[in-house]
Structure formats: C-alpha cells, structure tokens
C-alpha cells in the first residue's frame, strides 16, 4: 500500500485537500494511509461516504475500522447544505476532548443531480470559510476522476488549496479562497418556462403554504414530502418578511426530476453559512429558520447579493 503523502504545504490550521482516484485501488491507496495515520497519532477519524465506497474503506482497514467513526454520506450530505454542521459538531467534541479531529468526507460522488454538484462545490467553498480561522484538523475530499462530469473535477480544483494523488500532494493553483463569497452572491440559473409566479406579505403565510401543497400534490410527491415543503414554505416566507422587507416573490415549477419551489425577496444575507451549522437557542438574529429548511428539504440553495436573496428547494420523486 502507499505510504502516506508528505510533500506540499504544512498548516498549522486547517488543511484542506482534494484526493483524486481512478478506481478501487487507488481510492484505498489514498485513504487507508491517510485515516491510520490519524488513528497512530490518536486523532477522532470520521469517515463521511456513500455506502459503496464506505464499505469499501472499512473492509481495507480491518480491525482499524472499530476506531473510526462511519457516517452514511448519501444520508448527511443529500443536501450537502447540512455537511458543514456535520464536521463541526465532530470539530468541537475533538477539540473538547484534546484529540484533534481528521476527516474523510465525499459530497460529490457520480449519479449526483447536476444541481446537488452545483451546491457541492459551493459547500467545499464555504469549507474554507467555516473553519480557516479556527481549530487545526485536516479534510480530505475523494473525486473520482473517471467518472465525474469534467465541470465537478473543476470545481475540485478551484474549491481545495491542496491536491492530492496517492503519495503526493501539491498546492492547487486554481484555488481562491474568495470564490467562496462570488458563489454565495451569484444568481441561481432561471428555468426559461413553465414558472407559475406569485407573490407574498405579512398577511399571507397560510395563502402560501397552501399554495405550495397545492403545487407539491399536483407534481406527484408524498404527503411527508409536501409536509416538508409546506413548513418550509412558512419558515421561508416569515424570514422574508422579517429580514427582506416585508414581502417576497414566489416561483414554482416542475421538472422531470422534481418539484421547484423559490422564495425570494429583496434582504441581504451576508454571513454565507446562514443555516448550515445548528444556531445557538439564545441567538435572536435569524438562522433558525434557514437550518430547519436544510433539515426538513431535499436539496436547499441559498443565494444573497445587495439585489436580494433566493431560497430554491427542490424535492426529488
């Protein structure tokens, strides 16, 4: 097996790094070392795959693997909106408990919809800004590079300051760590038609929700599935009341995947990880609403800039 890599940059921080593989072999070729050598040095391991891959890792790792701490990824990362809060309820036990903390997580696997890989380089993004700035841990990113789209490969490259292949690493030329905040403030891509729009106010809560189940019904999801969608529908149009200006704008439409449902309205988020990591109960300015939706919903993607904030959720059939 490879040993572990050595060369590129050493942090003092959070280190950050994408792990290319071809196949089986060189995906174990990779981690295995990687995750023993945080066991040897007495680290919390968390390993965050999809249940193929996850199983695939803890048959190689053998006896090794009662010490690492397994998370279905295809469950947290569905809507890679919730992975952030993943890692850093694991950061704060490690760094309670004086072990530091070393992670193994993989948003984007193949089959993914091409949206959930938008929000998946988005969320590796805002990676850097969730945790540059505190506590030392090391994440690693495995890309399968013979089968993702080339777009989602990209992305790697621009979203992880360091690269990795079995036994080397190297620092990503594309990165920016500013690519985080352009993302987070680019608009959403607009369907062209089939939108039925609409808007709302102070008054208009209930109208709404019972819009929205209207529309779920009438694209064939399932009672718990336009539950989900109603209570997010009042989260989201109490938020926009309360911090947009008092009122919102309201697009649906359906796809051959999924139902669509946007929010929008004219305040400005500027923190980006709004929602993706638990906010304390005694916090009064937000967030609350916005980590429910991630919770209850398919897939979540935030978008804010001075001209406005939208909230597009989808709900897969």
Same mark, same amino acid.
Do not use: K
């Given at each position: ?59 190689a790792l053998g006896p090794d693997s009662a010490a690492v701490r397994w998370l279905d ?115 959403? @891509? ?60 309201l697009a649906l439409w359906d796809t051959d995947e999924a139902a669509v449902v946007e ?31 991630? @919770?209850?919903?398919?897939?979540? @993607? ?16």
């Open positions: 097996m490879t040993p572990p890599a050595t060369t590129a940059r050493a942090s003092a921080g959070f280190e950050h790094e994408a792990l290319f593989y071809r196949d089986d072999e060189s995906f174990l070729a990779g981690l295995v070392p990687f995750v023993r050598e945080g066991l040897s040095r007495g680290e919390d391991v968390v390993v965050a795959e999809p249940p193929g891959r996850l199983e695939l890792l803890r048959d990824m295809a469950a947290l990362g569905r809507n890679p909106a919730r992975i952030i809060g993943a890692w850093s309820e694991a950061l704060e036990a490690a760094t309670a408990a004086g072990t530091g903390l070393r992670g193994v997580g993989e948003p984007a696997w193949p089959g993914r919809h091409d949206a959930e890989f938008v929000e998946c380089r988005l969320h590796e993004l805002l990676l850097g800004t969730a945790f540059d700035d505190g506590p030392a841990w090391r994440l690693l990113c495995p890309y399968d590079q013979t089968h993702l789209p080339r777009a989602v490969r990209t992305g790697a490259l621009q979203s992880h300051p360091v690269l990795s292949t079995p036994g080397h690493r190297r620092p990503s030329t594309a990165y920016s760590r500013d690519a985080a905040a352009a993302t987070f403030a680019a608009p959403l @891509q607009q369907p062209t038609e089939g939108v039925l729009r609409g808007s709302f106010g102070v008054d208009d809560v209930r109208a709404t929700r019972r819009t929205v189940a209207s529309f779920g019904r009438s694209c064939g999801l399932s009672d718990g599935q336009v539950e989900a969608l109603e209570l997010a529908a009042s989260e989201l149009v109490v938020n926009s009341v309360r911090h947009g200006g008092g009122s919102g704008t929010f929008s309205d004219g305040g400005h988020i500027e923190d980006p990880l709004v929602g993706r990591r638990r906010p304390p109960a005694h916090r009064a300015d937000g967030g609350h609403g916005i980590y429910l939706v991630n @919770q209850l919903c398919d897939l979540v @993607q935030l978008r804010s800039s001075p001209h406005g904030t939208a909230v597009r959720i989808t709900t897969w059939r």
